[in-house]
């Protein structure tokens, strides 16, 4: 028998990952938990160069295969917006940490080449710490810098421009989780304080530190801009992004 709905025995469902795409972020599509369909890239095959560069190949064939650099950053962008928006919303609400390694994740791919959404093998585990560096440790270690060390040889952009990438997402995902209908207040705590830490723990540079500056203008609109700009200006085919942070950016694409 069913145990009745007040009963302390009453089975307690826990939130679902996909339950989170609401209020600021229903407009995003949830990774996929579970068996991955049988075109899913793994994870892994993003650190091996002939896989990586033929999907660059496709993305940058809309750009009319321009500047490598701008090709690679943009096609980061895609990437890291499908693996920022899950890794958070689980790791600050949910205080799941998900199996986001790279060797663990699997990838749909568009025909252009770019990420469209993960495949996960679950939907996380409990945090083993709140501290911000450990909390992100995965994300961090296990799945950024092995790819940015691979698209950086392959591009010629410097490892900075993927991070700050990575590093501008980071942001604004924690910004929009704490108006999140479930939110707590200081729910992104962790995330502001890693974006706050000049570096690591053990003494290594933080590459996500202050990726974004807010500045108050003389008739006091507050603009968002990025640290380091992200390249896209050289792919005439794109317009200026709207927080870059070399003066006349926008000029310089429409002329």
């Not at 924690?174 to 995330?191: C, W």
């Not at 050289?234 to 317009?239: A, G, K, R, S, T």
Request: charged share 20%; proline share 8%.
């Amino acid at each position: 028998m069913n145990a009745p709905a007040h009963s302390p025995f009453a089975t307690v469902t826990a939130p679902c990952l996909s339950d989170l795409y609401v209020g600021p972020l229903d407009a995003l599509s949830p990774p996929d938990i579970g068996a991955p369909p049988e075109h899913a890239l793994t994870g892994s095959e993003l650190q091996n160069t002939e896989t990586l560069d033929a999907l660059l190949e496709k993305f940058a064939a809309q750009y009319d295969h321009g500047d490598r650099r701008a090709v690679a950053s943009l096609w980061s962008k895609w990437h890291i917006n499908a693996v920022l928006a899950p890794t958070l919303l689980a790791n600050l609400i949910l205080e799941r940490e998900l199996p986001i390694a790279l060797e663990d994740t699997r990838l749909v791919v568009t025909s252009e080449g770019r990420t469209e959404r993960l495949c996960l093998a679950h939907e996380g585990t409990p945090l083993a710490s709140r501290s911000p560096f450990i909390r992100f440790e995965t994300l961090l270690d296990g799945h950024l810098a092995p790819l940015f060390t691979t698209l950086s040889a392959l591009s010629g952009a410097s490892p900075r421009v993927f991070w700050s990438n990575a590093g501008n997402v980071f942001e604004h995902y924690a910004t929009m989780i704490e108006q999140h209908p479930q939110a707590s207040p200081g729910i992104a705590k962790d995330a502001q304080a890693l974006l706050e830490s000049r570096h690591y723990p053990d003494g290594r540079r933080n590459p996500l530190y202050r990726p974004i500056r807010y500045i108050e203008s003389r008739n006091q609109d507050v603009k968002r801009v990025r640290k380091l700009c992200c390249l896209r200006y050289l792919l005439p085919e794109i317009d200026y992004c709207g927080n870059c942070p070399l003066e006349g950016c926008d000029r310089r694409v429409r002329n």
